[in-house]
Every structure is written in C-alpha cells, then in structure tokens.
C-alpha cells in the first residue's frame, strides 16, 4: 500500500494495518445550504461510500443543532447523527461574535492579534466540547476525522486523519481579516500537529502543505475528489429552474462559485461586459453567477448594474443539487476564473455534464483539468473575455473540449475509490495512532 503523491516519489507509509471498529467523524462545522462550498458536497459523498465499504465499523457523526435534521440522508444501520453541539441559533450567535470581533479588531496592536486570534480558536473549541476531554473515549471511538480540517476535539491516543483542502490565507492574506488568517492559520498549525496522517485533495495542496507546514512528505497523502459523476446517481435534472431564471438552453455560461475574493467574480464581469461589447457575442448570452447570498453578492449586483449588465449578468443564489445539475447541462459552457483553488470541483462536474469549460491556468487547476479545458490567465480580462467568445462560439473547440472532458472525467469519477482511499488511510492511522501526534 502506497501513501505517495502522484507528483513526487517518496517512500511508502510503513506500519501495520489495523481494522477502526468506531470512527466519530466532525461535522459540527457543516452549514445550511452551500456555505461550505465544494468541501461539503464532498464530505457528504464519501460518508455514504464509506458507510458501505466498512459494514462492520460504525460511524458516529458529530453534529451541530443548526445541521443535524438536514444530515439525516446520512443515517444508515452503521452510521448515526450524535448531536453535540449547542442550539439551531447558535450559528446566528457565531455571526454575531464575529461581527464584533471584526469592529473589535482595529483597534487590536498588529502584533497582538494572532495571539488573540489563538485564544479566541482556543475559546471556541473549547466552548464546543463543553469542558470535556473524554467525548471520543466515552463514545469507545478509535479514530477521529476531521473533513473540514480543524482537529477540535482530538484527545491523545486517539487516531486522527485531517483532510487539507488549500492554504489560500498564505499565498492571499489580504483576503481575509488579520484575525481570520491567524485563525486559519491555527487550523492548520493544529491539523498538522495533532494529526497522525493528513490527506491533501490535489498533489497541490500537497505540495503546499508540505512546505508551509514542514511536513515529513510521509505524513500527508493526495486523495483527489472522485466525485465527477455524482449528478449522474440522482434523479433526472430540474429543468424548471430554467424557465425560473428565463434562460434558453445553450444561451448562457455557468459559474457556480460563492462569493469569495478568491473567486474573482469582478474580473468576470468585466470579462463579460468586453466581450458584450465587441458585438462578438450574441445579445441573448447571459453569465449566471450562483452561490449562497450574502453581502459580496449585492456588491456585485450593484457591480453588474453599473455597467448595464443587469440583464444579462444573474444572480440566482444557492442552487440545489437537483437544479444545479439540469443547470450546467443546458448551458453552453462553465466559465471558472477562480485565483485559487485547492482543487476546482465545478470543473469536473461541469466536464461530467457534457459542457465545455474555460478555466484559470493557476495552483491546482491545471493539475485537474489537464488538456480538457481552454487555460487563460484570471489576471488579464482580455483573455477572459476572449475565452468567453470562443466557449459560445468556436464549435470545433468546443467540440474538442467536450470530448477530451469526457475522458478526464472518468479519471475523478470512482467515488468507491476514493473512499477505499481514505478507509486505508484510516486504518493506517489506527495502527500508528502515537507516531505524530503531540
């Protein structure tokens, strides 16, 4: 059994395999609806793949109030909700403290804010596991996961597996408040510290976590997303969300993005409104931007109206899986200028719909989209624009894109793999549970 990278050649993790016979898995920091991104739709994919590789292990999910009606898909004979963290407001009370913090830290010495920042992380996780270092022992749990990184409720000589999605608060810091950075930081300061094996989701952010974290190559393994297929299991796509949005099939491009700095969604409107104005696009095309509401996204609208692109710009807010889906099939491509990504799901999904996709040329992208998309740089609104064009127009490309997509697509499409991935990796961990961790 091999714990390289595909991007390097190092040696294989040794140790015994040793079968976890309970796992608490973390996700009390889970949200209602797509505020988690892409890190949600894939922790949730693997859990039910999971829950039927291992029959014999149970599963025991940590739930916060606000999430825990909304995990019940989950439930299985082996894998059951224990909810226990606070009440269905207390993510609303999390947003208040944060909006203070934010009005609070101004006024903090730059040289005391990671300090502060640490003990307000410290604060929290110990406000959620309510004083008690013993939760996992008294579950009788071998192993923890944690998929959204945080070891919060770690206790020593009890296996943990970390999963790292990106270090964007490195190479962006000035995306985020100095206090969220030294938060991030702390995380992932914690996930390397205490974890006993860690997996990366691309052999970028691999690379990264190596680097920024002094990590022994070893101790962290790449497990890409093999979730590409994942619209094809359900039902047949909602087309109703066309007529909804009163769009014509094939008349518009898809970015289905939150509304994070990192997403560059300015750049694209402007990339839009240059191509709108060469007259090289027809009148009718039209940009949908999706993701949850909130305040970037009126910035934005008001962006779009200022340049009289209200028309043709929309922005529908979050939209369900089964929306989502007859969504991407329809359009006539996926436009994806993001700055940073850890992986890039969308682009994979958006190859699994049938439907071109143009995409940055930066971090992990390239990586995961290899030959089967039309690389620009989401630096320069010239070549946004100019691949928006060619992805409405140019059938020869589009023709090329859609069928070198397919082939990529069946390279991220074995979700039981990957979750026979992270099985090994947990049962690795459970042999080797004191290795690491401190």
């Given at each position: 059994?091999?714990?390289?990278?595909?991007?390097?050649?190092?040696?294989?993790?040794?140790?015994?395999?040793?079968?976890?016979?309970?796992?608490?898995?973390?996700?009390?920091?889970?949200?209602?609806?797509?505020?988690?991104?892409?890190?949600?739709?894939?922790?949730?994919?693997?859990?039910?793949?999971?829950?039927?590789?291992?029959?014999?292990?149970?599963?025991?999910?940590?739930?916060?109030?606000?999430?825990?009606?909304?995990?019940?898909?989950?439930?299985?004979?082996?894998?059951?909700?224990?909810?226990?963290?606070?009440?269905?407001?207390?993510?609303?009370?999390?947003?208040?403290?944060?909006?203070?913090?934010?009005?609070?830290?101004?006024?903090?010495?730059?040289?005391?804010?990671?300090?502060?920042?640490?003990?307000?992380?410290?604060?929290?996780?110990?406000?959620?596991?309510?004083?008690?270092?013993r939760l996992l022992r008294d579950l009788e749990v071998d192993l923890l996961f944690c998929p959204f990184t945080a070891p919060t409720y770690f206790e020593r000589g009890i296996a943990t597996?970390?999963?790292i999605y990106d270090l964007q608060f490195k190479t962006y810091p000035d995306f985020f408040t100095p206090a969220d950075v030294a938060h991030r930081d702390q995380v992932f300061v914690d996930?390397?510290?205490?974890?006993?094996?860690?997996?990366?989701?691309?052999?970028?952010?691999?690379?990264?976590?190596?680097?920024?974290?002094?990590?022994?190559?070893?101790?962290?393994?790449?497990?890409?997303?093999?979730?590409?297929?994942?619209?094809?299991?359900?039902?047949?796509?909602?087309?109703?969300?066309?007529?909804?949005?009163d769009l014509s099939s094939k008349r518009y491009l898809v970015y289905p993005a939150n509304f994070w700095k990192h997403k560059n969604h300015e750049m694209l409107i402007t990339a839009f409104?240059?191509?709108?104005?060469?007259?090289?696009?027809?009148?009718?095309?039209?940009?949908?931007?999706?993701?949850?509401?909130?305040?970037?996204?009126?910035?934005?609208?008001?962006?779009?109206?200022?340049?009289?692109?209200?028309?043709?710009?929309?922005?529908?807010?979050?939209?369900?899986?089964?929306?989502?889906?007859?969504?991407?099939?329809?359009?006539?491509?996926?436009?994806?200028?993001?700055?940073?990504?850890?992986?890039?799901?969308?682009?994979?999904?958006?190859?699994?719909?049938?439907?071109?996709?143009?995409?940055?040329?930066?971090?992990?992208?390239?990586?995961?989209?290899?030959?089967?998309?039309?690389?620009?740089?989401?630096?320069?609104?010239?070549?946004?624009?100019?691949?928006?064009?060619?992805?409405?127009?140019?059938?020869?490309?589009?023709?090329?894109?859609?069928?070198?997509?397919?082939?990529?697509?069946?390279?991220?499409?074995?979700?039981?793999?990957?979750?026979?991935?992270?099985?090994?990796?947990?049962?690795?961990?459970?042999?080797?549970?004191?290795?690491?961790?401190?």
């Amino acid at each position: 059994m091999s714990y390289q990278s595909t991007a390097d050649v190092e040696p294989a993790i040794a140790g015994t395999i040793e079968y976890p016979r309970s796992v608490a898995v973390d996700l009390t920091p889970v949200l209602p609806g797509g505020d988690n991104g892409g890190a949600k739709i894939f922790v949730l994919e693997l859990l039910r793949y999971l829950a039927d590789i291992a029959p014999a292990t149970q599963f025991i999910l940590l739930t916060h109030a606000a999430t825990h009606d909304e995990l019940a898909s989950l439930d299985r004979r082996n894998m059951k909700r224990r909810m226990i963290v606070g009440s269905a407001d207390a993510p609303a009370s999390r947003l208040r403290f944060a909006a203070l913090a934010t009005r609070v830290a101004p006024q903090i010495p730059a040289r005391l804010i990671k300090l502060v920042s640490r003990l307000g992380y410290r604060a929290n996780a110990a406000l959620k596991r309510r004083g008690s270092n013993r939760l996992l022992r008294d579950l009788e749990v071998d192993l923890l996961f944690c998929p959204f990184t945080a070891p919060t409720y770690f206790e020593r000589g009890i296996a943990t597996v970390c999963t790292i999605y990106d270090l964007q608060f490195k190479t962006y810091p000035d995306f985020f408040t100095p206090a969220d950075v030294a938060h991030r930081d702390q995380v992932f300061v914690d996930a390397c510290a205490r974890s006993t094996v860690l997996a990366a989701i691309s052999d970028y952010s691999r690379q990264s976590a190596i680097r920024h974290g002094h990590l022994q190559p070893s101790r962290i393994r790449t497990i890409h997303l093999r979730i590409a297929r994942r619209f094809a299991s359900r039902t047949a796509p909602n087309l109703h969300v066309l007529d909804r949005l009163d769009l014509s099939s094939k008349r518009y491009l898809v970015y289905p993005a939150n509304f994070w700095k990192h997403k560059n969604h300015e750049m694209l409107i402007t990339a839009f409104g240059m191509a709108c104005s060469t007259g090289k696009l027809g009148h009718d095309i039209k940009l949908v931007c999706t993701g949850a509401p909130g305040p970037r996204q009126e910035w934005l609208i008001a962006a779009a109206r200022a340049m009289n692109l209200e028309e043709r710009v929309l922005f529908p807010g979050y939209i369900p899986d089964g929306e989502l889906g007859g969504l991407l099939a329809e359009s006539s491509g996926v436009i994806f200028p993001s700055l940073y990504e850890g992986f890039g799901l969308p682009v994979i999904e958006a190859m699994a719909a049938g439907i071109p996709v143009a995409c940055s040329n930066t971090t992990s992208l390239p990586e995961v989209a290899g030959d089967a998309t039309l690389l620009f740089d989401p630096r320069v609104p010239g070549q946004i624009s100019d691949a928006i064009v060619s992805l409405v127009n140019d059938e020869p490309l589009r023709a090329r894109l859609i069928e070198a997509g397919a082939r990529r697509v069946d390279e991220f499409s074995d979700t039981e793999l990957m979750a026979n991935q992270y099985w090994e990796l947990f049962q690795y961990a459970t042999a080797n549970t004191t290795a690491h961790a401190t």
